[in-house]
């Protein structure tokens, strides 16, 4: 196939359903509406859901006698969410990063989870930092990476050791030093701005590691030993059975260790000294990590699910809420508490992530489970999508990475100038993105905006019909709109004229500084504005409005009374209109048709972008994303 759109018109509709059931809400890993929400259905005015009409029976829109062809999709779901495993967790105070196989790296801001763009592709085994500023990840074949606060970039240690026969399985740093640890007894130490490889008298493989202080740490290893570093010299201690790994240690004080290994093997160090625990697990579990909360409040996670609890002096079986995560496995686990309000993640199989509120562990999703709300581009190469609690997403030409949030406002709309990006959202945020280095800029606004625009300059819509444009995003001036309806989008038109959509079907012009209020025969909510290539103007609304603007006026191309249209892209001829229930229609202006093309099942679409014909993609509620590429 050399073209989309063509192939478009020869689709039907695959998702044709406006109740908002849970099948529109299942997510690419099988994980359905975790936050416990959904989306309320349309309703009509009665009060009642709105039923979509088969196209046939949509008065003046398809002749039902038309001949419509059934294919297969060429639009793929597509995720943020890693497909491997995720190995390992480290949270600061407002942040959490974590790691894994293909040398995945996410990192949590606010409430939802990005990826980060990796300079490997080895499977990250640990990660562990000091800040946000200075963190560590390190892996398969001696791979080591550190964060500076905007770059991943490996490390050069100078040392003359070949690691890459070795996997670097644990990090733990603290007062400017940080330690590695390893198979084959390897362990790599950094201090004041240079590595030394630390002699551990060990030969066995290295599976975790905790400190008390830089001075007093501990390095859980295989043949049911831990290593302890007391000054500078390191000693062995057997602590349980010989067949135990200690993979997950850590360390509330001197006193108070705890660890998790193979074949459900729990250690404890008391005032007494170490002592093999019993988890009570009749499947006997591999445990993989562990946190401790205080001495008498530990949790351990592992294979198949495990979860074990120490309260009081009993460790016991927990069980997983999920329902979709109850049996994967969880290699990584990361807590913190505040005032005594407990809260810790766990990270595992399959992008698996699970949330522990002080109570109950229940599934959460690793992709970015927020609204994406817009999304532009300047190529296939430079692509930015916005969404809700400031998350900023890029996509390179070949993944998609997150930015760093700079605003929890949920940011609704994205326009390109000059080459930057500039993002607009709730409580008049305004957001510069240069590359990858993203700008909350200084305003004076007090109403959310939902929609920005670049041509001569900038316009930003939003609440109460505001208006207000800007040479560089800087510096606001306010355009009278002449209406006092929610103002949804706005564009340029090929004069330079700012044409701006909203609420109760208002379309509102504005030429030379003067507004005017264009009559259009609707009161249906209209929610995007596009110009096409040959510079005829397509709005979308409510009830399936799709509008077109040429030198005759505003006239109704399609309507569908129950379908919610919040999205609308042109390219290559063809226009496409995305929204309620994973739809995507296609108007072919040529030939007057309107069809609507079969995609995966998707929820709820809000808009679409196109590099050209061959490269698109379209984005939606829950961080649902769809991506089309023709190679």
Known sequence: MKRLFPALLALMLCACSTNGSDADLIDDVGTADLDGTTDLAPVDATGEVADVLPLSEVDGTVDAAAEVTTTVADFKLFTTAPDGDIKAIWGSETRLYAVGADGVILRQQGTTWTPMKSPTAQELRAVYGND????????????????????????????????????????????????????????????????????????????????????????????????????????????????????????????????????????????????????????????????????????????????????????????????????????????????????????????????????????????????????????????????????????????????????????????????????????????????????????????????????????????????????????????????????????????????????QGKIVRVEDGVAEVVPVATLANLHRITMAPDETLYAVGDNGLLLAHTAEGWTKIYEEPGLFLYGVEALDGIVHAVGWAGRIISYDPNSGSVVPAAVPESGVLLQAWGADADHMFVVGKKGKMLRFVDE
């Open 132 to 503: 946000d500023d200075d963190l560590y990840a390190a892996g398969e074949k001696g791979t080591l990476i550190h964060w500076d606060g905007s770059l991943w970039e490996d490390v050069v240690t100078g040392l003359e050791l070949d690691l890459t026969e070795i996997s670097l399985n644990g990090i733990w740093g603290a007062e400017g030093h940080f330690y590695v640890v390893g198979d084959k007894g390897t362990i790599l130490h950094y201090f004041e701005g240079k590595w030394k490889a630390d002699e551990s008298l060990s030969s066995y493989n290295l599976g975790s590691i905790w400190g008390v202080s830089p001075t007093d740490i501990y390095v859980g290893a295989a043949g049911g030993t831990v290593l302890r570093k007391i000054g500078g010299a390191w000693s062995t201690q057997q602590v349980t059975q010989g067949s135990i790994t200690i993979n997950g240690l850590q360390a509330l004080s001197s006193k108070a260790i705890f660890g998790g290994g193979t074949n459900g093997g729990i250690i404890a160090h008391d005032t007494a000294g170490w002592s093999p625990k019993l988890s009570n697990d009749a499947y006997e579990r591999t445990l993989r990590d562990v946190w401790a909360f205080a001495e008498d409040d530990v949790w351990l996670v592992g294979d198949d699910g495990a979860l074990i609890h120490l309260v009081a002096t009993k460790w016991n079986t927990a069980e997983i809420a999920g329902p979709f995560y109850k049996n994967h496995g969880f290699f990584g686990l990361w807590g913190r508490q505040d005032s005594g309000d407990q809260e810790a993640w766990a990270v595992g199989e399959k992008g698996a992530v699970l949330y522990f509120d002080g109570e109950t562990w229940v599934d959460r999703t690793s992709a970015a489970g927020v609204d994406l709300n817009d999304i532009d581009g300047t190529g296939w190469e430079q692509v930015i999508a916005v969404g809700g609690d400031g998350t900023l997403l890029r996509f390179d030409g070949d993944d998609w990475y997150g930015l760093s949030r700079v605003t929890s406002s949920a940011l609704q709309g994205v326009a390109e100038l000059g080459g930057a990006f500039l993002a607009v959202g709730e409580a008049g945020a305004v957001v510069r993105v240069e590359d990858d280095e993203a700008l909350l800029l200084e305003t004076s606004f007090e109403t959310n905006l939902f929609g920005v625009c670049s041509g001569d300059g900038l316009v930003a819509v939003g609440g109460q019909g505001k208006m207000f444009s800007s040479a560089d995003g800087t510096d606001w001036q306010p355009l009278a709109s002449g209406v006092f309806d929610t103002l949804r989008d706005c564009t340029f038109d090929a004069d330079g004229v700012i044409w701006a959509v909203g609420d």
